[in-house]
């Protein structure tokens, strides 16, 4: 295996992920961020999120893996990782700045000798390999250095909560790329993972029906569309299997058995078919909202996507209208949310369904508390807005309660003792938002069960 010298550059999700990965199986990393706290902590060996197995590998691997500022910058790197944030404007289009600014940087920053080979990590719209190409080489220019550069689109598909099983074990690796010799250095830096050759960690076994994954080579405008695609497809599939529970519903159907009698036909699939308050996270909404927004440069029209967005917005509705129907006046009422982070996993809350549901459950006068086992720290911080109570434990968010609805579904929430939890509620309400308790034993125990679909 060829040793790299390898820069990322954003220490978030997807950066600390690929950079403690890329370590591990044997490169050298040198990861960069304009946030010294978040440098600060990471010097200090303290992993700033919420990432399954990033913190215990980060202590493992101090000698091939370190973090500073810009000034920090190598010049001896062989591939620049550029995995920075790419939020979405108020228009739906994808705000690229911090990718210009990245590009700016390493324009100002490279010399012309054995320039580096750079990746598009981020989610990035349709030509912003080329975008990035041009905005190095235009300061690279106004440095009398009049050399090609070279950049590659190497879309991630990692998910929160599992980001380091889904870098060890992919499912494929796309290389969009117009030169021979970038797809080469990235096949190169990516072998151990094609081929499978590390020794998993401890906590990441390999999967015993895991196969290799496909390294596939595009053209980078490809490899941009695939990933906009990709993430549009599952939030659709989420979308269609909502939408087919609100049908449920109504003639009287179990949405969990449908799910399963459609998702065992293999050109269907049973993954992403878990209906329930809908997609959140910090990238379904924003690249589903980016890909029409691209699709709107154009003049056309993508109706599949819009709709997506749409029932996914209804189905936080959907929540409150639960509540609504179950305690009829919601104005008084106590209402304790199970879980805030988007998914199990992680303490992000970006577009968390729990924050729509909160802030219109507190718009209609309802009280709100709320109980997660690692996102309250984070909502604290990043919501202030939001007039509501943190409870320090289960029963002390029953305690008093109305109703409870499971936002997330964390583990430890499954079998939670549901019968005592009802004697200190008020009123025995409880809305599954994810569809994942004992519908029975919570009927037997005098609960109000209402799932979704069901
Ligand atoms: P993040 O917000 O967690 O991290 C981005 C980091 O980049 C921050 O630490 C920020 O300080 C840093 N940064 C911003 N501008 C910088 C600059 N000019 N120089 C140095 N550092 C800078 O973001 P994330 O969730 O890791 O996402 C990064 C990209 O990857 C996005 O485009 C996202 O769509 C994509 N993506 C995310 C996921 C995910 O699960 N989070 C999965 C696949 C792809
Ligand atoms: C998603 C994609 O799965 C990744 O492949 C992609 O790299 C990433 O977005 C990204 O581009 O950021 P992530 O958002 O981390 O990953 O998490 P998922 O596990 O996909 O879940 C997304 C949302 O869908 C969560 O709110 C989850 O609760 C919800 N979901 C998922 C459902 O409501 N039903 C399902 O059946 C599956």
Redesign the pocket.
């Given at each position: 295996m060829k040793i790299l010298q390898i820069t990322v550059?954003?220490?978030?999700?997807?950066?600390l992920t690929t950079s403690v990965a890329l370590a591990y199986i044997g490169h050298r990393v040198h990861c960069?961020?304009?946030?010294q706290e978040?440098v600060q902590a990471l010097q200090n060996g303290i992993v700033p999120?919420h990432e399954m197995g990033v913190a215990e590998l980060l202590g493992q691997l101090r000698d091939r893996i370190s973090f500073g500022r810009?000034d920090s910058f190598n010049l001896t790197t062989e591939v620049i990782i550029i995995?920075?944030?790419?939020p979405r404007k108020d228009n739906g289009e994808a705000d690229t700045s911090?990718v210009e600014?990245?590009a700016r940087?390493l324009g100002q920053r490279l010399s012309g000798d054995g320039l580096p080979i750079i990746v598009n990590?981020?989610?990035?719209p349709i030509g912003s390999a080329r975008r990035v190409e041009s905005v190095v080489s235009y300061y690279l220019k106004s440095r009398g250095i009049n050399i090609p550069v070279t950049v590659a689109s190497n879309?991630?598909?990692?998910?929160?909560g599992v980001?380091l099983y889904d870098t060890f074990y992919p499912d494929r690796i796309v290389v969009g790329a117009n030169q021979g010799e970038a797809i080469n250095i990235l096949r190169e830096m990516y072998a151990p993972i094609l081929e499978q050759t590390f020794i998993p960690p401890e906590f990441l076994p390999r999967p015993d029906s895991y196969n290799l994954p496909a390294f596939i080579t595009t053209t980078p405008t490809s490899a941009e569309l695939i990933k906009y695609a990709a993430n549009t497809f599952l939030a659709m599939k989420i979308s269609y299997i909502n939408e087919i529970a609100g049908l449920a519903e109504r003639v009287g159907a179990d949405i969990l058995e449908v799910a399963r009698g459609i998702g065992l036909d293999k050109r269907i699939g049973v993954q992403y078919l878990n209906a329930g308050i809908g997609w959140g996270?910090?990238?379904f909404g924003?690249?589903v909202q980016a890909l029409i927004h691209t699709a709107g440069q154009y003049d056309y029209d993508m109706p599949l996507s819009s709709a997506t967005i749409q029932v996914n917005l209804r189905q936080r509705e959907e929540i409150i209208r639960k509540l609504q129907s179950a305690l009829k006046v919601l104005r008084g009422s106590t209402v304790g949310l199970l879980g805030l982070s988007f998914k199990p996993g992680t303490d992000?809350l970006r577009d968390a369904p729990s924050i729509t549901v909160a802030k219109r459950l507190i718009e209609m006068g309802a009280h709100v508390k709320a109980y997660d086992p690692v996102a309250m720290e984070n909502c604290r911080k990043s919501h202030p807005e939001l007039d509501m109570l943190y409870a320090n434990s289960a029963e002390e968010l029953a305690h008093g309660s109305d109703a409870l609805v499971l936002v997330t579904e964390w583990k430890e929430f499954l079998s939670l003792p549901y019968n005592q939890l009802g004697k200190l509620m008020r009123q025995k309400v409880i809305v599954d938002g994810r569809n994942v308790l004992d519908r029975q034993l919570l009927t037997e125990a005098g609960f109000n069960y209402i799932g979704v679909g069901r």
């Open positions: 550059i954003g220490c978030g999700y997807v950066g960069i961020d304009q946030n978040r999120m810009w995995a920075v944030g790419t911090y600014a990245v940087e990590k981020s989610t990035v879309p991630e598909f990692l998910r929160e980001a996270g910090s990238c924003k690249d992000d």
